[in-house]
Nanobody
């Protein structure tokens, strides 16, 4: 089973950028499709972005298309989420998730989750 640890969150102003990282250990990273989800208290996890095991296909929530970029470095066992032009309503805990096989938009398809990293965007 792969373990995931996120980093890179912080407090920024609207319009700023952040790059989140998620490093995996304990498994063969390239066996897993990876996703990023945003968690807000009282709400379900919201899909943000995902990519395939080799990183050759990416998927985004419509609201972040063109501003966020998901990528991975399998040699470093790490997946990234570059977030540009952040908006206040994108505040939340960003969690990475791993799924053997294909990428998915659905959180319940992922088998392994990190604890998350807090992103706070002020107006």
């Amino acid at each position: 089973q792969v373990q995931l640890v996120e980093s890179g969150g912080g407090m920024v102003q609207a319009g700023s950028s952040l790059r989140l990282s998620c490093t995996a250990s304990g498994g063969t990273f390239s066996d897993y499709a990876m996703g990023w989800f945003r968690q807000v208290p009282g709400d379900d996890r919201e899909f943000t972005a995902a990519l395939t095991r080799l990183g050759d296909r990416t998927y985004y929530h419509a609201s972040v298309e063109g501003r966020f970029t998901i990528s991975r470095d399998n040699a470093k066992n790490t997946v990234y989420l570059k977030m540009d032009n952040l908006k206040p309503d994108e505040t939340g805990v960003y969690c990475c998730a791993a799924r053997p096989g294909d990428a998915s938009y659905y959180g319940n398809k992922y088998t392994n989750w990190g604890q998350g990293t807090q992103v706070t965007v002020s107006p």
